[in-house]
């Protein structure tokens, strides 16, 4: 039996991109926490993830 939702999926996704934004010493401002938090389209956090060594500034990534 599978347990994963696409919404759990999203929010491990979202969390995952919190922190993969910090390791590259982005500040994430509270609208853009709650954007990332609230995006439940896994495929579109897999996205921004992509977008993230790239970027530079960070809105680059949310294009």
Do not use: H, N
């Not at 919404?7 to 969390?15: F, I, P, T």
């Amino acid at each position: 039996m599978r347990f994963s939702t696409p919404s759990v999926k999203a929010q491990g996704g979202a969390e995952a991109l919190s922190d993969i934004l910090d390791s590259y010493g982005f500040v994430v401002d509270d609208t853009l926490q709650k954007r990332i938090t609230a995006c439940r389209d896994f495929d579109q956090i897999l996205a921004w993830i992509g977008r993230t060594p790239k970027a530079q500034p960070l809105g680059e990534i949310f294009t």
